[in-house]
């Protein structure tokens, strides 16, 4: 064994005592005790009631932007299902299993636009964001939680966004605070 081997050992083995220590000395009286977690929380919960209205406000939106994606994928899952069932039947036609499998792929397409949209959008900095593609794919509706609004250039950047995305020129944009 060479110095500098002997050396990287020594170093890894001081820095795992340390680690151990530190561990051993968080465990005994640091984060484990329970009292302090029942401070933390009660803090936290007179904190919640001086400022309720506004969190039962941030929750609501949280929770239209929660279910309506929840109630999109629900559709989606059940139309995915139906046109891999007729496709996959044997009692149906190669005509309608061209259609159904035209239709899945059309439907599973739609569905990556909307995603890689909202995740583009959500990279822009917004807190949330929900898009919704129509049947024909000509039109976008989309949903951006944003505080403060929107500006023209903050909706352009938008357009632009589904423009790069799913190569869509009629865009609706509604704000939620």
Do not use: H, W
Not at 69 to 76: A, I, L, V
Not at 122 to 133: P, S, T
Not at 157 to 177: G, H, L, M, P, S
């Amino acid at each position: 064994m060479t110095k500098k081997q002997l050396g990287i050992i020594c170093t890894l083995l001081a820095l795992i005592v340390c680690t151990a220590l530190l561990a051993a000395k968080l465990n005994n009286g640091g984060l484990n005790d329970p009292s302090d977690l029942s401070a933390v929380l009660s803090t936290e919960d007179q904190k919640n009631n001086v400022e309720g209205t506004v969190d039962t406000e941030t929750i609501s939106q949280q929770d239209f932007f929660y279910e309506s994606r929840s109630e999109r994928e629900q559709k989606d899952a059940t139309t995915i299902q139906s046109l891999k069932a007729i496709a996959d039947n044997q009692n149906t036609t190669a005509e309608q299993k061209a259609s159904a499998t035209d239709q899945l792929q059309k439907s599973t397409l739609k569905q990556d636009k909307q995603k890689t949209i909202e995740l583009n959008i959500k990279n822009k900095g917004y807190v949330d964001a929900l898009c919704e593609i129509s049947e024909d794919q000509k039109r976008a509706s989309i949903i951006v939680k944003a505080e403060a609004g929107l500006s023209e250039k903050d909706g352009a950047v938008i357009q632009e966004i589904i423009q790069d995305a799913a190569n869509i020129k009629d865009v609706t944009i509604e704000v939620k605070k």
